[in-house]
């Protein structure tokens, strides 16, 4: 296996973003629990747990190549003012990381490690999932109406 210094570069660059959506996703569940929509809330629970995962998985790989992988954020949280925005923000960063995790598997390839480039193909592939979602949410909000959308996301409670 040819390691080079792109494939740690690259790697560094993917826990750094794996991180900012870590913070972004917690950022969603505050944001999301302070608005009552308890169930989105879980959601992106779900989906910062995943993100965390995948910035501790690049981790490891760095440490396995020899490198120390720097736990930073590659950019600071910005709270969202509407379920569309929010959806919206998120599926951009969701298209420029699917972009990145494509680049760089290829290049993990081109340097002859497999290990690597598997890690950023599952990460794109979960990536378009993340996409496809975000796309979901947004139609049902347009097709259905802001209301009618929030009524889904909050919690039933039982009568006292």
Do not use: C
Not at 37 to 51: C, F, G, N, T
Not at 58 to 87: I, N
Not at 138 to 143: E, G, N, P
């Amino acid at each position: 296996m040819a390691q080079t210094t792109k494939t740690l570069e690259n790697l560094q660059q993917a826990v750094s973003m794996e991180l900012a959506a870590v913070s972004q996703y917690m950022l969603h569940i505050l944001t999301a629990e302070s608005w009552g929509l308890d169930k989105l809330a879980v959601k992106m629970r779900s989906e910062m747990l995943e993100e965390l995962g995948h910035a501790e998985a690049y981790s490891r790989r760095m440490v396995f190549l020899g490198g120390s992988p720097e736990l930073k954020s590659a950019k600071v949280p910005t709270a969202a003012k509407s379920l569309k925005a929010m959806f919206e923000a998120d599926l951009e960063d969701e298209k420029s990381s699917l972009d990145f995790y494509t680049t760089a598997a290829s290049e993990a390839d081109q340097a002859r490690d497999i290990g690597t480039r598997d890690l950023f193909e599952q990460t794109a592939l979960d990536e378009e999932g993340h996409m496809t979602w975000l796309k979901l949410q947004l139609t049902l909000l347009d097709r259905m109406g802001e209301p009618a959308f929030i009524a889904m996301q909050v919690k039933e409670t039982e009568a006292d």
